[in-house]
C-alpha cells in the first residue's frame, strides 16, 4: 500500500495562485501513476491532472490544460499541482491518488484508483 497526505490548499483570490503538493510513502515502487482529483460540494469526484510515475508523461483535463501543472519528483517521492490563473468554480477539495497499474484509457476516473488521500480545501474567492 501506499499512503498519501495531501498539503498546499487554502483561500486564494480568482486569478491568483496554489501549489499543491502530495507526499508519498510506502509501497512506492508499485505505482505506475499519480493523479489529482477533485470533488466540489455536491458534484462528483473528477479528474484533473496525472503524471506516469517512471516517464513524468502527463494529462490533463480540458478545464485544467494551460493553467495547472503536474510535476512528480520520484526521489523526494512526491507529486505536485500547480494551478494558475484560478476560478472561483476551481473551489473543491483536491485529492491525490496512486495508481498501482496501467489504466489505459481509465486513467479519467477515479475507480482506476488505489490508494487516496484525505483531500485538501481550495477556495477561490471571486
Known amino acids: 500500500q501506499v499512503q498519501l497526505v495531501e498539503s498546499g490548499g487554502g483561500l486564494v483570490q480568482a486569478g491568483g495562485s496554489l501549489r499543491l503538493s502530495c507526499a508519498a510513502s510506502?509501497?512506492?515502487?508499485?505505482?505506475?501513476?499519480m493523479a489529482w482529483f477533485r470533488q466540489a460540494p455536491g458534484k462528483e469526484r473528477e479528474f484533473v491532472a496525472v503524471?506516469?510515475?517512471?516517464?513524468?508523461?502527463?494529462r490533463y483535463a480540458d478545464f485544467a490544460e494551460g493553467r495547472f501543472t503536474i510535476s512528480r519528483d520520484n526521489v523526494k517521492n512526491t507529486v505536485d499541482l500547480q494551478m494558475n490563473s484560478l476560478k472561483p468554480e476551481d473551489t473543491a477539495v483536491y485529492y491525490c491518488?496512486?495508481?498501482?497499474?496501467?489504466?489505459?484509457?481509465?486513467?479519467?476516473?477515479?475507480?482506476?484508483?488505489?490508494?487516496w488521500g484525505q483531500g485538501t480545501q481550495v477556495t477561490v474567492s471571486s
Open positions: 503524471v506516469n510515475w517512471s516517464i513524468g508523461s502527463t
Open positions: 510506502g509501497r512506492i515502487a508499485n505505482v505506475y501513476a
Open positions: 491518488a496512486a495508481d498501482y497499474h496501467y489504466s489505459g484509457g481509465t486513467y479519467h476516473t477515479a475507480d482506476a484508483y488505489d490508494s
